[in-house]
């Protein structure tokens, strides 16, 4: 299984950029993954035309996990647990979605096959992108019973 993460834009700001290479660079001791960056869409253009831009990186055959407001509000045991069945079902590509500052159009929110939110509380993206990452290392700790979780 590998992972794929699709965002918006850029993490321009240095300190969030090193966050997450730190916890990339973590993360890539027990899964393969590769980043998609979508151009941020322009002040006249609508999170339909954003949202056509995503459905055009996706491959049907990937499982899409999409970051979501409105999302399942999950632990991180449970988060383990999710990553684990996706495994076990013999997923091989799980695409981690994270739309722009509109949310998701709602052709994106029915392509996804899981919506999950982080917190019901307003995050950046570039925020965002750090927690989700380093929520999957810490999963990845719980499948393996590392210490790092405790």
């Known amino acids: 299984m590998r992972f794929r993460f699709l965002w918006i834009g850029k993490t321009k ?79 091989k590509e799980i695409v981690f979605v994270i739309c722009g500052q509109d949310g998701a159009s709602s052709e994106v929110v029915e392509r996804a096959d899981y919506s999950l939110s982080l917190s019901r509380l307003t995050l950046t993206h570039e925020m965002a992108r750090v927690i989700l990452i380093e929520q999957l290392y810490r999963a990845y700790t719980i499948i393996k019973g590392f210490p790092y979780q405790k």
């Open 13 to 91: 700001e240095k300190n969030w950029r090193s966050l997450q290479e730190e916890y990339l660079q973590r993360l890539s001791h027990f899964v393969k993954f590769e980043i998609t960056e979508i151009k941020e869409s322009a002040a006249h253009e609508t999170k339909d035309v954003e949202g056509n831009r995503i459905l055009g990186n996706l491959n049907q055959s990937s499982f899409v996990c999409l970051l979501d407001v409105k999302g399942s509000e999950i632990n991180s045991h449970q988060l383990a647990g999710k990553i684990e069945n996706w495994q076990n079902r013999g997923q």
